[in-house]
Structures are given as C-alpha cells and as structure tokens.
C-alpha cells in the first residue's frame, strides 16, 4: 500500500464533520419534533413525579481505636465491669439490621397508618404525616388487611365515599359511623386539621402498614456511610415522600440504638447484680442465725473476750476464714460458668471474672474472646443465612474458644480444690490446738469462727455488688449525636424540573442527531458526490445530472432551457474534451444495477449530440429487457438482435427518429443466447459500419454489475459512461468502478444522475445553486 492509499484511507476513516452539519440542517424539523416531544414529556414526568425527600443525620461512634475515657468511665475500666470495645464496622451493620428497624418502627405510632391525598389530576399525591384531617379507628373484631389501600371520597362536608382494592361501597358514609366493608372494619373520626370546604371532591388513600414489611423497607431505604475513612462519624440518610416522617425515623431509630447499646454495656453490671443477689439471699439468713446464737452464747456464759492464746489462734483462724471464703466464692463462680457454658448457646451476657475478683489473664482473655466472637455471630446472623459459609466459619472459632474455656473452668475447679483441701488441713490443726483449751472457750471460738466466716463472704459481695451498682449508673452511650435529622434541612431528590428540562432538551437534540448518525452509517446507498469523488480521484467525473422534476422521457427535447437539458450538455462537451479527436466516437451507457437511469442518459445523451449537429446513432443493446424503443414509440420487430442473426441487414436495423440527426437502433426480439450474439463476429461488424456512418455511437447496455453483455463489447468503445443515481446507487459501486477502471485502462468515466443541489450537502452545488438564485441568473427553467 503506498503513501497515496494510506492518505485516501485516512480521509475515508476521518468523520465528515460537514457532512453531519449539513445532514442536521436538512432534517431541522427532526429537531424540533423531538425537543417538543422531550420537553412534553419532561413537563409531564416533573408533574406526575411524587415528591422525594433526603433527609441526614450524623452520628459520632466512639471504637477502640478512637477511645479516650474519662472519669467513672475509665474507673469503671480499671474495675473491668464494662466493656468499651467496639468495631465501626460492626455499628453500621447493627444500624443496619432488621431488628433495630423494626424496634424503631414498633415504636412509632404515627407509621402504622399512611395517609395519602390524591391529587386533583389524579396523576400524584401527597403523603400526610401527623397533620392529618382525620382518624381512622380499626375494629378488632374484623381482619383489616395491611397493605390494602381504603379510598375515601368527600362528596359533602360530613359525607363521604369508601372503597377498596377489591370492593366499591354503595352508600355515602358520615364521621363516627362504622363502616363494614369486605375484610374491612373501622370508624372515621375528624380532627382540627379537617377543613370541610377544602375537603369536597378530594379523595384520601389510607393504608394499613404490617410492620415487618415496613421494617424492610425502611432497612433498604436508610444509608450508612462513613464521614470519613480515618474518623468515627457515621452519615445515616433515608428517602422518603414526608421529609418529617423520614426524620422522625432517623432520630428514632438513634435513639433506640443508643438504649440498646447502653442495654448491652450494663448487661454485665446486670448479670453481676443478679449474681451476687442469688448468693446472697441464702447467706443472709444463716448470717442472723451466727450471729445471735453468738451473742446469746456470750450473754449466757458471761464471756466477752477470749485469753491471749485464744485469742491468737482466733486470729489465725479468721485468716484462714478470709481464705476459704474467697476461695469459696470463686468455687461458686466456676460453677456458675461451667453451667452457663453447658447450657448457653449466646455468650453475650457472661459474669466477666474481674466483678468478682478473680484476675486470671486466660480466663479473663477467653470469655472475651467468646463474647467478642458471639456478638459478631449475631450481627451477621441479621444479614446472613445459617448455612452461610462465614457464620460456619464463626461457629467453628466459638467451638474452639469455649472447648478451651470449658478445659480451663475444669482446670481451675481442680485447683480450687487442692487450695480448699490445703486450708481444710490448716484449720483442722488450728482445730486440735483448741480443743486443749476449757470448754466454754471452745465453744466461744467456734461460733466466733463461723460468725466471722459468713459476715466475710458477705460483706466481700456487697462490696462488688456496690461496684457492679455504680458501673450500671455511670454507664454512657458510645454514640453521640452530632447532627439530628432535621425536616428543614432535607433535600428534594425528586422531581427535580430543572434536571428534567436539561435532560429533556439534551435528548431532544441527541435523539435525531444519534438518528441521523446511525441511519447514515448503515446506509448503504450513495447520498453525495463526496461518497464518489472521495474514493475514486482516478476516475474523472464528466457530469451531474441534476434532478428531473419532469415525467417525460426527453427532456433535452422538450425542455431545453431546463436545468437539466443544461447538464447533458455539460457532459457532452467533457465527452468531447476526453474525446477530442475527429474520429467517430463510440460512448457504452451503463451501471450497476437496474434502476440507475443509463436508459435515461443514453436517450437523452444522444438526443443532445445530434442537436449539435452530429450525426448520432442510439444503440439499445439490451437484448434482455429492452426498453428503448418505448422512450420513441417505436416497435421493436427488427433490429440489432435481427441483425446479430442474419434476419436483416444494417439498414434494416437503423431506423430514423423525429429528432434531427437521430437514428435509433432497437435490441429487436429478445433471443434466447443475447450473450452469445453480442459476442459474435457480426457485432464487430456491425459497428465498423457504424463508425464509418455516424459521428457519434451512443449504446445504452444491460446493468454491467448483473450480467456481462456490456463486457463483451469494451474493446469496440472508446468510452464507457458508467452512470450512478444518488440514493439508488449502492456502496459497492465504489469497489466495483475501482477494478472496471484496471480493465478499461482508463477509458472509464463517471457521470452522477439524480442530483439534488436542493438536499445535497456537497458544497460546490450549493453554491451554485445559491448563486444563480441570488443573483437572479435565470439562465434555466424551472
């Protein structure tokens, strides 16, 4: 491929700019349908369109990466009786579940109704929240399905229509009447927002909500984000037809996450509480009872006080005491933990080990770690299905934490035992020491010593119950509002006219601009001279043939002063500048295809050379379908198929017309081989009598594209018009005259028919066209 083909494929691949302009200006009123058409419909959807509402708040989560306690809080932490753990993640998934919405929803009494008023187009409506213009009371005694809309229709100030989805009343209702009707039961009482004029005619839509489904849709409709990746600010929007109603939600539904997230943090102080209460409820009895046979005991015997070797090992034993109890406490709590984990299948709410004082780090770090591990599992149990290959995974971790935890309850009960055994053993020898001393004092130390023992363990757990007592008081939310949804700073999300007149006016110009791109793209026929001219700079153009507004067969002969008996003229000298020797000229008419108008062209080419003088002959060569015989009325018994035959001679097939210096050639009969008489020795002949006859030779031949009659007879011609019609022509015909250019050797000439300088976009025409307009060249009829 040379650099020429290279420049010539460019310039085929470069989008015709002009072209689309030019396309655009032709089919104007294309535009201004579709921008009608756009901007009406754009009218209608902005009216017709609900009105839609954003509404934002902006909430501060404190996590464990952004903690800083303070105050009761961060004793609270050194006492271990609160958790302060959080994941940011984790929040917005529990803002985001089912449960806390429909907890929010439960407790909003105003959703459990929706009231609409139906606009007096019927087209849209407005929903009512709060402000409503009456009550609708259900009765309990009938089914009153939810999501099924009531319509209620004010035909005068205190009377009014019902229907349903499924039924239509057939009397007029008043307030305070119980209306029956299909599954539906309810009486309707007015309120101070009920304006009975403005009422009459307008028609309300009243729906019954199910509170699951309203939780779901509220749970779709709420969005969660993060203010910011490296911050805790956490952006909650919802959408809805009441800016109200959606902020009511959104501050609703943070105040039941902050109740139930300080629910949680005091669980623990809770479960403590509980703890210590059920310990202490059969400790408290056994208390009183040491304590007065103690001092009755004392009172009876009138002793006070024990001697000094009793005293000492009273001391000693009450060491002891102090010992077993704490030792009995944590026997107790293991216990307790061993059943909680045996019959658990929630780790949440565990007694956390600190509360009571037992600071084992591992055990400590397990149920932490259980909790952890559970909290998450009953986050994501909101969102994901059992079999869900991430909750699998999690109940594997918790199986494996509390298998280890159970391990380590079981070891620290063996080793609760041991110390318990070990201080048993030490009492039992402070025991013998005692029985050596006198009776009373003996009996004095052993009621001393369980007194003491009860009053311990008491007092210890009423100290922790005192510390769980003040982490439930001093507890704070983790979360902190700093932006409450507000109705007056909602955003109108829908309609939004000026978006609808923007987008209505864009497509009203894109849709036929896309239009004419797409229909031009996938046209295959030729629309302008560029098409041709562009891609075959080889071969010369010797005429375009204007548009013939005219349903005559010779134009050239009847209307000579017409636009186009001026381009056949124009084409006739070119012919003579290519052909400029003094030789008899021999001129092939064809195309492409059928349809064309080379019959046209012939005819009338011939017509134009002999009105210059020249002694012309029209050949219809055609043996297929003739048709140039009827352009002259003329029959078609003898000629050139006759002759090609033997069936006439020359002159029998020439016959004159009533066009000076015209003589006319008809195909004759059509034979059954036309291809092989025109390519016989008799079609030589013939047109070297011819030649020697004529000055000119015009052969109108069957489409060259469809059949090859017209091939056979390139070397008896000095010339072939190869004719195209715009918006006839296919594409193809580009390739086609590329390789018919190769075999003629350059004896190929295009010549253009049909062209309308009226629609053409090509430049040159319409500058003709607007010069001889403008300047009055009336050179031309019409």
Excluded at 765 to 776: A, G, P
Aim: aromatic letters at 8%; a positive charge.
């Amino acid at each position: 491929m040379d650099a020429k083909e290279i420049e010539q494929l460019l310039a085929e691949e470069t989008l015709d700019i002009k072209k689309y302009v030019n396309l655009t200006l032709r089919y104007w009123y294309w535009f201004a349908i579709s921008l009608v058409v756009c901007m009406a419909l754009a009218y209608i959807l902005t009216k017709s369109t609900h009105n839609v509402y954003q509404v934002d708040a902006t909430i501060l989560i404190r996590d464990d990466k952004n903690r800083s306690s303070s105050g009761a809080e961060a004793l609270l932490s050194e006492l271990s009786l609160v958790n302060n753990t959080k994941s940011i993640q984790n929040e917005i998934g529990i803002l985001k579940s089912y449960t806390l919405a429909f907890n929010t929803v439960k407790d909003l009494p105003e959703f459990k109704t929706t009231y609409k008023l139906l606009g007096k187009r019927m087209v849209r409506h407005n929903v009512i929240y709060k402000d409503f213009p009456f009550n609708i009371t259900y009765d309990t005694t009938c089914v009153n399905p939810t999501g099924k809309n009531i319509f209620i229709t004010f035909i005068g100030e205190n009377r009014f229509e019902v229907k349903t989805d499924d039924h239509e009343s057939e009397k007029a209702y008043s307030f305070g009447q119980l209306i029956k009707l299909n599954n539906f039961g309810f009486t309707i009482t007015p309120t101070s927002f009920f304006n009975k004029e403005a009422a009459i005619g307008r028609t309300f839509i009243l729906t019954k909500n199910d509170l699951n489904s309203l939780a779901k849709l509220y749970q779709s409709r709420v969005t969660i984000n993060l203010v910011d990746k490296n911050a805790s600010l956490i952006s909650l929007s919802s959408t809805g037809e009441s800016a109200e109603q959606e902020a009511d939600y959104l501050n609703k539904l943070i105040q039941t996450y902050i109740s139930q997230s300080l629910e949680e943090k005091n669980q623990i102080a809770k479960n403590t509480i509980n703890f210590i209460d059920d310990q202490l409820f059969g400790m408290r009895d056994s208390l009183k009872k040491a304590e007065v046979n103690l001092r009755n005991f004392r009172v009876e015997n009138r002793i006070l006080d024990v001697n000094k070797e009793s005293s000492m090992l009273l001391d000693k034993m009450k060491e002891l005491q102090t010992n077993k109890a704490t030792i009995d406490i944590n026997k107790r709590y293991y216990s307790y933990l061993k059943t909680y984990l045996a019959k658990r299948d929630s780790y949440t709410d565990v007694v956390a080990p600190y509360t009571l004082g037992i600071n084992d780090i591992q055990l400590a770090n397990l149920l932490n770690e259980l909790s952890t591990l559970s909290n998450e599992r009953q986050n994501l149990k909101l969102s994901l299905k059992d079999n869900n290959p991430t909750l699998i995974q999690l109940d594997g971790k918790i199986r494996n934490v509390k298998n280890g935890l159970t391990e380590k309850v079981n070891s620290l009960l063996a080793t609760n035992k041991l110390a318990n055994d070990d201080i048993n053993e030490q009492v039992g020898n402070i025991e013998s020491k005692i029985a050596l001393l006198p009776s009373n004092e003996q009996q004095l130390f052993n009621k001393t010593k369980v007194y003491d023992l009860l009053d311990k363990m008491y007092t210890y757990l009423l100290e922790k119950k005192s510390e769980a007592s003040i982490a439930k008081a001093s507890n704070i939310s983790d979360c902190k509002i700093v932006d409450p949804a507000l109705p007056i700073n909602a955003v109108l999300k829908q309609p939004k006219p000026k978006m609808n007149y923007v987008l209505g006016f864009i497509l009203g110009l894109l849709i036929p601009l896309i239009t004419i791109i797409l229909r031009d793209y996938f046209d295959n026929k030729i629309r302008a001279i560029k098409d041709l001219t562009k891609k075959l700079s080889n071969v010369p153009l010797l005429a375009t043939l204007d548009h013939s507004t005219f349903k005559i067969d010779l134009p050239v002969k009847e209307r000579p002063k017409s636009r186009l008996s001026e381009s056949f003229r124009t084409l006739r000298t070119n012919i003579n500048f290519v052909l400029n020797d003094n030789k008899s000229k021999v001129i092939m008419v064809s195309s492409l295809i059928s349809g064309e108008g080379k019959t046209f062209c012939a005819t009338n080419l011939a017509a134009i050379f002999a009105s210059s003088g020249k002694k012309t002959l029209l050949i219809g060569l055609d043996l297929r379908k003739p048709k140039i015989q009827t352009v002259f009325e003329t029959t078609n018994h003898k000629g050139i198929s006759s002759y090609l035959s033997n069936q006439s001679t020359f002159e029998d097939a020439i016959k004159p017309t009533d066009i000076t210096n015209l003589w006319l050639a008809v195909s004759g009969a059509i034979p059954p081989n036309p291809s092989e008489l025109i390519g016989s020795p008799k079609m030589d002949e013939f047109f070297s009598i011819a030649r020697k006859t004529y000055d000119c030779i015009i052969i109108d031949t069957p489409p060259i594209g469809i059949v090859t009659d017209a091939r056979i007879i390139f070397n008896n011609v000095d010339l072939v018009l190869f004719v195209t019609r715009i918006g006839v022509s296919p594409k193809d015909v580009v390739d086609y005259c590329k390789d018919l250019h190769t075999t003629l050797n350059n004896k190929l000439a295009l010549v253009v028919n049909d062209f309308d300088s009226k629609k053409s976009h090509a430049y040159y025409s319409k500058y003709r066209y607007k010069y001889n307009k403008e300047n009055n060249h009336e050179y031309y009829e019409n």
